[in-house]
């Protein structure tokens, strides 16, 4: 599997909280680990739809509680 490919077709999480929700709605990584040079755990998802719409919404309540409307 080449570079693109696996950038086409999955995502590394490196946060904690943002992996955590998006399993809260329902969707399993594929594998916990760490990464070699830094030591950061990461997860790894495939990209679906439902992967990004999870994602997305994680990015939006993390923008409104900056901005104090959570």
Same mark, same amino acid.
């Given at each position: 599997?080449? +570079?693109? $490919? =696996? ?8 946060? =904690?909280?943002?992996? /955590?929700?998006?399993? $809260?709605?329902?969707? +399993? *990584? =594929?594998?916990?680990? /760490? ?7 990461? *997860?790894? *998802?495939?990209?679906?739809?439902? *992967?990004?719409?999870? $994602?997305?919404?994680?990015?939006? =309540? ?9």
């Amino acid at each position: 599997m080449n +570079e693109k $490919s =696996i950038r086409d077709n999955y995502r590394f999480v490196y946060e =904690i909280q943002k992996a /955590k929700y998006i399993r $809260s709605q329902g969707i +399993e *990584f =594929i594998t916990k680990a /760490k990464h070699a040079k830094t030591d950061s755990v990461f *997860f790894l *998802f495939e990209y679906t739809e439902e *992967f990004q719409r999870a $994602s997305d919404e994680w990015d939006l =309540i993390k923008i409104q509680e900056r901005m104090g409307q959570r």
